[in-house]
């Protein structure tokens, strides 16, 4: 499954519509969100994570969002399910995501 795109406006439809999501919260100046898309993407088509939706949310442009997750640090990743938020830790070491999405799994 490709990683959506999401803002404010379609963010809770969006965690309401997929019972496991996990997103990874970024800015466009942030090098190490940057460096970290590729596998996010990689991460979103494997088999390993099928049945969890991957979301990517700029923290700068949507306050909303980034507010449900805590978010304090960039890249910060989160995890919900059922529209609630789990776990989230800012991070940009992939083992460290797995696990997030691990425990949702």
């Known amino acids: 499954m490709a990683v959506i795109?999401?803002?404010d406006a379609d963010f809770n439809t969006l965690l309401q519509n997929n019972p496991k999501v996990?997103?990874?919260y970024f800015a466009d100046w942030c090098?190490?969100?940057k460096l970290f898309a590729p596998k996010f993407r990689r991460m979103s088509e494997s088999p390993d994570f099928e049945g969890v939706t991957f979301i990517d949310v700029n923290a700068?442009?949507?306050p909303e969002a980034r507010k449900?997750?805590?978010v304090d640090n960039l890249p910060f990743f989160a995890t919900f399910e059922n529209g609630k938020l789990v776990s989230g830790t800012a991070t940009s070491?992939?083992?460290v995501v797995t696990e997030l999405i691990n425990?949702?799994?």
Do not use: D
Request: hydrophobic content about 35%; proline content about 5%; aromatic content about 0%.
């Open 5 to 7: 795109l999401s803002t």
């Open 103 to 105: 425990k949702i799994k």
């Open 93 to 95: 070491l992939e083992p």
């Open 31 to 33: 090098g190490n969100c």
């Open 60 to 62: 700068e442009t949507n």
């Open 22 to 24: 996990v997103v990874k």
């Open 68 to 70: 449900l997750a805590n």
